[in-house]
């Protein structure tokens, strides 16, 4: 079965830092665009990174010099890793990845937990 396992959210304060990892497994023969979302209480998801292939990266405006997107491929695996955080970062993160299994298919992780507060 193939999915996206997500880890690495939690409690962290104001000012904190956080690196959440995504790791695609199951019959994955090869991983094309990787990025992650968020979705705060009363808001609709949006896109916080992106990153290509060949490592050209995207960031929502609001992240940008905060927030590093990378990816291991020998890994199938990407991070987001998240500094200085600030409350309202708070939301559950998604990440999603096109993945060649029998198809070309977009998938998404379970989503993790990320609550910034003191």
């Known amino acids: 079965q193939v999915q996206l396992v997500e880890s690495g959210g939690g409690l962290v304060q104001p000012g904190g830092s956080l690196r959440l990892s995504c790791a695609a497994s199951g019959s994955v023969f090869a991983v094309n665009d990787m990025g992650w979302y968020r979705q705060a209480p009363g808001k609709e998801r949006e896109l916080v990174a992106k990153?290509?292939?060949?490592?050209?990266?995207r960031y929502a405006e609001s992240v940008k010099g905060r927030f590093t997107i990378s990816r291991v491929n020998a890994k199938k695996t990407s991070y987001l890793q998240m500094n200085n955080l600030t409350p309202d970062d708070t939301a559950v993160y998604y990440c999603?990845?096109?993945?060649?299994?029998?198809?070309?298919?977009?998938?998404w992780g379970q989503g993790t937990q990320v609550t910034v507060s003191s």
């Open positions: 990153i290509s292939y060949d490592n050209s990266t």
């Open positions: 999603n990845a096109d993945l060649l299994s029998r198809v070309w298919k977009l998938y």
